[in-house]
């Protein structure tokens, strides 16, 4: 491994996500876990790891662009930990943890041992004034640095830096001449950013008829053209009219000029409000302490307890349409489930952890005396029916479904509080509750939203006390009439397809500060369908296998995670072209599902590689592999969404910078001796994660406005024999995997 003075940028080993219309083919991403650059530093300390992280700054600086015509290389300066301020204007600062989400940050997983699970991620990114950290702009430009950390000899760190990124926007904005840069000169003193802030914040409230203590200025960019006067696009979000309001809060972009006397001037307004919409369209198990009688998925195997999750995860093709959430027959699919951290009798169903992580709360949609405000109370033990006035059931299950996304935080041994950067608990579920409405247009309803109230710090604030709000999930009807018998509409809640739907923009919301991520809705579809699919018998029924592909197969709508390439499901080709949307001011719900299909497509094709189509020597499926897979899977996904940090700081614009998340979760993994991730080593996916993005068309090396409907340029290295029984078999050691024809093939070519 060399040292960070000899590491070479132009190594083969060197990953570069390149922005192919510059001339200077600049990357904004790079990615190289095989050939880490490490420095040995004498502390754990944020501190020493910024000075090793500004030499490989440094060393990057010409691939990335960060050089001037002459070939000066722009930060930092030679020999210095620190910026200086560019001959534009232009200043940058390190983020060092402080306290507030915006910053620098640690990513623990917990171990038994002594062995350690660390990684770190530094960003350096635009300010006001040259390493002051309380001026930075939070405008989204800067450079994120990925690194991983082990003991070294004599009480020292290994820093071991396996990738960085950028928006594309960033090394421009360092070149470019913009009188904005002077403008910002003059909010110099000890409160930079907060007079920016007032600055803007009050003419924006005005024109919006607000409060002005109601809008904070969250984020500041330059508008790229240097026009004079300059023009500022000020990122600012307005509270929640009340917690338990339909209302949600909501994001403004507002265009501002300063004129020649220094007055700021409104030219537009775009308003988003703040929710992700989803629209129609391995261990023993432990004595329950209550049970209640939910949709169950069956077990697989007499060792595997009984899971929460939806009626056809129980049946085969031929009765699907009887488990439709408006068929009598649903009742058949309940069985006894355990319900942890409840007590018997009527209790509150919230988090049994001492911290309070979640509740579910009342809901008056069917029931009028619902007070949405109090948490609802059931007796688990007495639910009677799937459709009920009081709402038991759906309350019940919506308990169950956010538990187990708290217990899988835990077994991975995340942290809990440093996924709610930008969050307080508890987490506030809504089993039954009225929508914002959909567009209308097409037929289509919100069916479930999540609903997030930025904390309230303005630009320039660090993160003050009862500034972070509470997240909340909401979930609609499955149904919207009551059934033949006259009884209650069934909840969305009880399906746990669509709830981690929902669960995955809590994560982002809780670890970047934004509901969604800017090249895609989210992977909520992505974790639907890994959770779910070992325990589904929708898996392998020869009469129509096609089902395995239905994202949500309890109901009517064509989302899946099996789409071809070659019909356009490509990060290179028709539905997501990277030129089809503005990555600078994005409102994803306009892109629809069609990326998000393509994730989900990547995602799952991750898993089954990663032993998801694992089966017995028999043929059937091997379900203990396929939960080991699924579990990693989804391991993965998390670690990744909480390894991407502050939104405002450095977004991840691009699905190959979500891949060297990806890949920083798997490198950065020690192997476990209990739970889940029981045997799994760190860095041994890696290339199975790039060949997944890979057939769905990333790594095409095609310009950003070409369609190019086919998978992406092969770079492999083959270091094992596979050996192979026919065209339907592999065998890795004592287990057999089947394999079809165009799996195999890929497989034996690029699995290292």
């Known amino acids: 491994m060399p040292l960070a003075n000899q590491w070479d940028p132009d190594h083969p080993l060197v990953h570069k996500e390149r922005v192919v219309e510059d001339p200077r083919k600049r990357a904004i991403t790079l990615r190289h876990p095989q050939y880490p650059c490490v420095t040995v530093v004498p502390s754990d300390n944020l501190v020493d790891f910024q000075t090793a992280a500004a030499v490989y700054l440094r060393r990057i600086a010409p691939t990335m662009g960060f050089v001037d015509a002459g070939g000066n290389v722009l930060i930092p300066a030679s020999g210095r930990s620190d910026f200086a301020k560019l001959p534009n204007g232009f200043c940058m600062t390190w983020l060092l943890a402080g306290g507030d989400p915006n910053d620098s940050f640690w990513v623990n997983r917990r171990l038994t041992g002594p062995t350690k699970d660390r990684s770190v991620v530094l960003f350096a990114v635009q300010s006001i004034t040259c390493n002051d950290a309380t001026s930075a702009l939070r405008s989204g430009l800067g450079v994120r640095i990925s690194a991983t950390v082990l003991d070294a000899p004599n009480s020292q760190f290994f820093l071991r830096i396996t990738g960085a990124a950028c928006p594309a926007e960033l090394a421009p904005a360092m070149l470019e001449t913009n009188f904005a840069f002077a ?302 018998s006259r009884r209650e509409p069934l909840g969305l809640s009880t399906d746990p397809r669509w709830s981690w739907h929902e669960f995955c923009h809590v994560l982002l919301a809780a670890a970047t500060g934004r509901l969604e991520l800017p090249f895609v809705h989210s992977a909520g579809d992505a974790l639907a369908a890994i959770v779910n699919d070992p325990r589904s018998n929708l898996v392998n029924d020869p009469r129509r296998p096609e089902m395995r592909g239905a994202t949500y197969p309890w109901v009517h709508i064509n989302r899946r995670h099996d789409r071809e390439v070659r019909h356009g499901w490509s990060w290179s080709g028709t539905f997501h072209r990277p030129l089809r949307f503005d990555l600078s001011n994005c409102d994803c719900r306009h892109k629809g599902y069609d990326s998000e299909q393509i994730l989900s497509t990547s995602l799952f094709r991750l898993y089954r590689a990663l032993g998801g189509d694992t089966v017995e020597a028999n043929g059937t499926p091997d379900f203990r592999a396929r939960l080991r897979a699924s579990e990693f899977t989804v391991y993965l996904i998390m670690r990744a969404i909480l390894s991407l940090g502050s939104a405002n700081s450095v977004p991840t614009q691009t699905p190959d910078q979500f891949v060297s998340a990806l890949i920083l979760a798997d490198e950065s993994t020690q192997r476990a001796t209990i739970g889940p991730l029981l045997g799994r080593a760190g860095g041994c996916a890696h290339k199975v994660i790039r060949w997944a993005f890979e057939a769905q068309g990333l790594y095409a090396d095609v310009p950003a406005a070409a369609v190019h409907d086919a998978p992406g340029a092969v770079k492999v290295s083959v270091v094992f024999d596979l050996k192979s029984y026919g065209s339907k078999f592999a065998s890795f050691g004592d287990k057999y995997y089947r394999l079809d024809a165009d799996y195999y093939n890929k497989v034996k070519e690029t699995i290292e």
């Open 183 to 484: 403008a910002l000169a003059r909010f110099s003193g000890a409160r930079r950013a907060r007079l920016l802030a007032t600055t803007f914040g009050e003419p924006i409230a005005s024109y919006v008829g607000e409060q002005p203590s109601d809008v904070y200025v969250s984020g500041v960019r330059v508008e790229a053209g240097g026009t004079n006067p300059p023009v500022f696009e000020v990122f600012v979000h307005a509270k929640r009219p009340a917690v338990d309001g339909l209302e949600s809060a909501y994001a403004l972009m507002a265009r501002v000029q300063i004129d020649p006397a220094f007055t700021p001037i409104v030219l537009s307004v775009t308003k988003t409000p703040l929710v992700a919409h989803a629209e129609d369209g391995d261990e023993a198990a432990v004595a329950p302490v209550v049970e209640a009688h939910l949709f169950t998925r069956e077990p697989k195997s007499n060792l595997e307890p009984k899971a929460l999750g939806d009626p056809t995860s129980q049946l085969d093709t031929g009765q699907i349409v009887a488990a439709r959430p408006n068929r009598e027959k649903l009742e058949r699919y309940r069985r006894p489930i355990a319900m942890p951290g409840l007590k018997p009798g009527k209790v509150p169903l919230k988090d049994r952890n001492v911290a309070w992580w979640f509740e579910v709360r009342q809901s008056d949609l069917v029931d009028p005396a619902g007070d949405i405000t109090k948490i609802h109370r059931c007796d688990p033990t007495a639910i009677r029916h799937a459709r009920t006035r009081n709402g038991d059931f759906a309350a019940a299950s919506a308990y169950r479904q956010t538990a187990e996304l708290f217990e899988k935080i835990d077994r991975f041994g995340l942290s809990r509080d440093e996924f709610f950067k930008f969050a307080t608990k508890p987490l506030l579920v809504r089993y039954r509750s009225t929508m914002l409405r959909g567009s209308g247009r097409d037929g289509r309803v919100v069916n479930a939203q999540v609903d997030f109230d930025p904390p309230r710090n303005r630009l320039g604030e660090r993160l003050r006390a009862n500034s972070l709000k509470p997240l909340q999930v909401r979930f609609g009807l499955a149904d919207i009439k009551r059934s033949v």
